[in-house]
């Protein structure tokens, strides 16, 4: 499938990015995929590498309530934790997935996207099946700002990259983002935006909580989500399928990446 692109004279342009980037907006965006998932509410994920088991516990307390919900995952989903929540949004109708790259689409399609994300021993994971078949139904998008030929990667287009995902949501979820990595820096930049941005309960994010970000429970997320205008699928809608496999990877967590390539 070729790529599309999009300009901000488009119609279809995502608003968003007029809104809060003004003229920083990137002046071509380029696709594949349904690109109506934007116009559905949609939730960002960006979470450092370095997040401890029992933070990923307490994450996940939070993931058992927005399953329920009615939204697009949108993200890089190169962290481990990052990748996690993608293989949720895999498990369940409901969840509708953005793959935002920093490598232009001459260069990545569905299948190369996934190489730096799921290598050995977690290369064959369960949802891969999944995954390729929302990629050939046309249930997966992928978006990019790079321009097209562009295979590399540096610190500058991740970090853009992380940004522009965000401000494409309606909400942004940190699991983990303590002082001193990007992922922090990150959440700055968004309570400078007046973005919306929330992280989990748990004492290790008192720095993300400096920064006035609300700290949530399995309960508050409820109405948290809601107060934005998030709402519950529709019952039936969803694949019930429990977290084991995040309860499991929160216990015996497995370092796929290097620090240094994760926390870009």
Known sequence: MEYLVLTP???RYPQKLSERLGSERP?????????????????????SESIS???????????????EYDLTLIGGWLSFMETEILRLGLYRKNLRIVLFTERGLEQEDFTSFLEPRFIPP??????????????GAGELLIISSAPPAN???????AVYRNQLACVLADVTFIPSGSKGTKTYSLASWLVAKNIPVFTADHESNADLQTLGIPCLT??????????????KAEKGAAKIMPLESLEKAAVEKVPIKSQSELDL
């Open 27 to 47: 002046d071509q965006l380029y696709y594949r995929g349904p690109l109506g998932f934007l116009s559905s509410f949609t939730m960002a994920v960006a979470s």
């Open 218 to 231: 399995r309960r508050t997320v409820k109405h948290y989500l809601e107060n934005l205008g998030c709402r």
């Open 151 to 157: 295979a590399g990667i540096t610190k500058s287009e």
């Open 122 to 135: 977690l290369g064959d994971f369960p949802e891969r099946d999944e995954y390729h078949r929302r990629a």
């Open 53 to 67: 088991g029992v933070e990923m516990m307490a994450a996940n307390q939070l993931l058992f309530t927005i399953r």
């Open 9 to 11: 004279q488009d119609p």
